[in-house]
């Protein structure tokens, strides 16, 4: 709004009070000056979804409380404009929102600062994601898959996503999430994506059957299992996975009635994929039985 100054007058000049005693004339006064001031508090209220009522003289205070009146400014906006409880609540960590998809789905920037479930039940479905360019470093968003089956996300066209495993730093085009599996993606306003807070059974994966294993946060793998052994030489145990650096250290026993028996790691040296293991008297002829061992290593 515009200053209106009285009748006559210039720009800025000021509106002074009649004097009749020194013969000072009032200021006469514009239409404008009356009618400009009032439409702008009508418009405030009207932004707040109220209606003006002439008996309320706390409409205004009223509307300024009230939401719609504050524009949000941009996600990421780093002005000197004013921040709304909305902007604020983003600003500081918060996902901004949900999105959820079943099928491959391109995402764009509106999903950015969102957490993004996949919910669907037919596999080889795609997460898209949008030029890392145009996102602001720092800035991305959550994705969960929900699903029953394994989903895919893909970087944009040439970009790659950064991520870490046991066997340490890495990057590709493309990762699949399992089912529960839960990753947060970071961009780096240039052409790369990083995944941090990855959950997922990829890296830590267990098989709790008999013969089964641990992959621990910090790369170490336990394994066990048992084998029936023969009564001629030592059996083979081949490892549920194998270990990826080193040969493990290897432990096993027996439970038997048979008195002055033991479990004898001989035959084939232990490798990185199995071992052989035997059960024998002290006379050193070997016996049927089963043999329950252990491997620690990474």
């Known amino acids: 709004m515009k200053y209106t100054p009285p009748i006559g007058g210039a720009a800025n000049d000021p509106y002074v009070d009649a004097n009749p005693v020194t013969g000072v004339e009032g200021s006469p006064v514009p239409a404008a000056a009356i009618e400009d001031p009032q439409r702008e508090i009508v418009n405030v209220i009207a932004a707040a979804s109220l209606v003006p009522d002439d008996a309320n003289v706390a409409q205004l205070l009223e509307a300024l409380r009230a ?9 990421f906006d780093n002005t000197t404009k004013a921040a709304t409880t909305a902007f604020v609540q983003r ?7 949900l999105s959820s998809y079943n099928v491959s789905t391109a995402l764009t920037l509106s999903d950015i600062g969102k957490f993004v479930f996949f919910y669907g039940s037919t596999a080889s479905q795609v997460f898209s994601f949008p030029d890392a360019s145009t996102v602001a470093a720092g800035a991305g968003f959550f994705i969960v898959n929900q699903g029953t089956v394994p989903m895919q996300v893909a970087a944009f066209g040439g970009q790659t996503i950064n991520f870490n495993t046991l066997s340490g730093a890495s990057s590709a085009a493309a990762l699949t999430l399992d089912p529960g599996d839960s ?16 959950a997922t059974n990829q890296q830590f994966p267990v098989d709790l059957s008999a013969n089964g294993y641990q992959k621990l946060p910090n790369g170490l793998i336990i394994q066990w299992g048992s084998v029936t052994t023969n009564n001629s030489a030592p059996s083979a145990v081949t490892f549920p996975i194998a270990f990826p650096t080193i040969v493990p250290r290897i432990s096993a026993g027996i439970f038997s009635a048979t008195p002055n028996t033991f479990c ?14 035997g059960i024998q008297q002290y006379t050193g002829s070997y016996i049927a039985g089963t043999a329950y061992w252990i491997a620690i290593g990474y």
Not at 67 to 75: I, K, M, N, S
Not at 91 to 97: E, M, P, Q, V
Not at 183 to 198: C, L, P, R, T, V
């Open 67 to 75: 939401a719609g009146v504050f524009l949000t400014p941009e996600q």
């Open 91 to 97: 600003a500081i960590g918060n996902l901004r929102g």
């Open 183 to 198: 990753i947060f993606f970071i961009s780096n306003n240039g052409a790369q994506w990083n995944a941090f807070g990855w």
């Open 264 to 277: 004898n790691l001989n035959g084939t040296p232990p490798s990185q994929t199995g071992f052989t293991v």
